[in-house]
Nanobody, 128 residues
Framework: QVQLVESGGGSVQAGGSLRLSCVAS????????MAWFRQAPGKEREGVAS????????YYADSVKGRFTISQDNAKNMVYLQMNSLRPEDTGMYYC?????????????????????WGQGTQVTVSS
C-alpha cells in the first residue's frame, strides 16, 4: 500500500507563489509515477503535473506550463509542486497521486483513473 500526505496549501494573492509538498510512504514500487491533480468547486478533478520518479521525466498541463514545477527528493520520499505567478483560476483542492505504471502519454495526467493512490488534498486559494 501507499500513503500520501499533502501540505503547503494556503491563501495567496494573484501573482504570488506557493510550494506544495507530498510525503509518500509504503511500497516504493507502487509509486513510481507521482502526480498533482486539482479540483475546483463544481468542476472535475484535472491533472496538473506528473513525474516519472525513475528518470525524473515530467509532464505538465498546458494551463500551468512555465508557471509550475514538479520535483522530487527521493531520499526524503517527497514530491513538490512549486507554483509561481498564481492566478485565481488556480484555486482548488490539490491532490497528490501515485501509481506503479509509467504513462507515456501526457504522464497520465489526462485521466485521474491512471492513478491508484491518493492523498486527502490541500487547499489553494488565489485571490484577485
Amino acid at each position: 500500500q501507499v500513503q500520501l500526505v499533502e501540505s503547503g496549501g494556503g491563501s495567496v494573492q494573484a501573482g504570488g507563489s506557493l510550494r506544495l509538498s507530498c510525503v509518500a510512504s509504503g511500497d516504493t514500487g507502487r509509486r513510481k509515477s507521482m502526480a498533482w491533480f486539482r479540483q475546483a468547486p463544481g468542476k472535475e478533478r484535472e491533472g496538473v503535473a506528473s513525474i516519472w520518479t525513475v528518470t525524473a521525466g515530467t509532464y505538465y498541463a498546458d494551463s500551468v506550463k512555465g508557471r509550475f514545477t514538479i520535483s522530487q527528493d527521493n531520499a526524503k520520499n517527497m514530491v513538490y509542486l512549486q507554483m509561481n505567478s498564481l492566478r485565481p483560476e488556480d484555486t482548488g483542492m490539490y491532490y497528490c497521486a501515485a501509481d506503479p505504471r509509467r504513462w507515456t502519454r501526457s504522464g497520465g495526467i489526462q485521466n485521474r483513473q491512471n492513478f491508484a493512490y491518493w492523498g486527502q488534498g490541500t487547499q489553494v486559494t488565489v485571490s484577485s
